[in-house]
């Protein structure tokens, strides 16, 4: 069983800075791609920026909405990822969403999409 574990959400005020954190544990072998997105109330959920596995090159995706605000990496002997948020907006306001690609052994022919439980950023004006 795998479980994602994320922290570091919280208030901000309106041009602040936060960084969340989500840690996988449990039956690993190799972690894919690693992603963060969120949902903001009546909303649905959307991507927020994606990082794919060191073997790619580490790559990295952003929504446009946070390109040049927002960083996403990776530390793949912990098995986290992290979300850098600067120059926050209220807009920013959801719930983040950390997401991994995790095959759980070196047998398994598969790839399994884990969730973490969500953490709440609420940015005020």
């Known amino acids: 069983q795998v479980q994602l574990e994320e922290s570091g959400g919280g208030l901000v005020q309106a041009g602040g800075s936060l960084r969340l954190s989500c840690a996988a544990s449990?039956?690993?072998?190799?972690?894919?791609?690693m992603g963060w997105y969120r949902q903001a109330p009546g909303k649905q959920r959307e991507l927020v920026a994606t990082i794919a596995s060191g073997s790619s090159g580490g790559s990295t995706n952003y929504a446009t909405s946070v390109k040049g605000r927002f960083t996403i990496s990776r530390d793949n002997a912990k098995n986290t990822v992290y979300l850098q948020m600067n120059s926050l907006k209220p807009e920013d306001t959801a719930d983040y969403y950390c997401?991994?690609?995790?095959?759980?052994?070196?047998?398994?022919?598969?790839?399994?999409?884990?969730w973490g439980q969500g953490t709440q950023v609420t940015v005020s004006s």
């Open positions: 449990g039956s690993i072998f190799s972690i894919k791609t």
């Open positions: 997401n991994m690609a995790i095959q759980p052994s070196s047998t398994a022919p598969y790839v399994f999409s884990y």
